[in-house]
T-cell receptor, first 115, second 115 residues
Framework: AQTVTQSQPEMSVQEAETVTLSCTYD???????LFWYKQPPSRQMILVIR??????QNATENRFSVNFQKAAKSFSLKISDSQLGDAAMYFC????????????FGSGTQLTVLP | DTEVTQTPKHLVMGMTNKKSLKCEQH?????MYWYKQKAKKPPELMFV???????INESVPSRFSPECPNSSLLNLHLHALQPEDSALYLC??????????????FGSGTRLTVV
């Protein structure tokens, strides 16, 4: 079974600064997908960024980028130019490419953005 | 339409009540999911429907009864719940094929309180 580990329960960043959230995972599969989801106090889980394991190039979405290290099974999220609206719980998630296709979530990192 | 709509947003029910949660999407997704989320924790998978058939039941107590009447709707019927069942219930949908890169689309959840 796959496991996803987020070792930072809480992080804080100054507005306009850069912060990196860590995520590691364990799997025996070679083909899979990785995601970062954001859950603000409004409760809705919002997809921030996604990465296909077969792609070597790191995904980027505006101020959000990932550092995907397949051999190390590491998938960190970098948020540049942090904004107050980035404050939320961030979940790293793994999805198998197989038939189950369930999302396995990490325990989450609560990000606070300081003005 | 790129949304998953959940109703009601809030629900308070007694332990002897029967109530239902509703989830609707019109994105053509053929996989739908129910998750339970406690505060500051990641979502926990309850049920998976694929092509309107129940494909995964994560050993959920029978007081939770899912139903998928058509490809756009997913219900969760609740009966004789316990106070520990109080949580945020999230619905999600995804493409059911091998298009795992798109991840899930989540609704904003129903906040359930059992008294």
């Amino acid at each position: 079974a796959q496991t996803v580990t987020q070792s930072q329960p809480e992080m804080s960043v100054q507005e306009a600064e850069t912060v990196t959230l860590s995520c590691t995972y364990d799997t025996s599969e070679s083909d899979y997908y990785l995601f970062w989801y954001k859950q603000p106090p409004s409760r809705q889980m919002i997809l921030v960024i996604r990465q296909e394991a077969y792609k070597q190039q790191n995904a980027t979405e505006n101020r959000f980028s990932v550092n995907f290290q397949k051999a190390a099974k590491s998938f960190s999220l970098k948020i540049s130019d942090s904004q107050l609206g980035d404050a939320a719980m961030y979940f790293c998630a793994y999805r198998s490419s197989g038939s189950a296709r369930q999302l396995t979530f990490g325990s989450g990192t609560q990000l606070t953005v300081l003005p | 339409d790129t949304e998953v709509t959940q109703t009601p947003k809030h629900l308070v029910m007694g332990m002897t009540n029967k109530k239902s949660l509703k989830c609707e999407q019109h994105m053509g997704h053929r996989a739908m999911y129910w998750y339970k989320q406690k505060a500051k924790k990641p979502p926990e998978l309850m049920f998976v429907y694929s092509y309107e058939k129940l494909s995964i039941n994560e050993s959920v107590p029978s007081r939770f009864s899912p139903e998928c009447p058509n490809s756009s709707l997913l219900n969760l019927h609740l009966h004789a719940l316990q106070p520990e069942d109080s949580a945020l219930y999230l619905c999600a949908s995804s493409q059911a094929g091998a298009h795992g890169v798109n991840g899930y689309t989540f609704g904003s959840g129903t906040r359930l309180t059992v008294v």
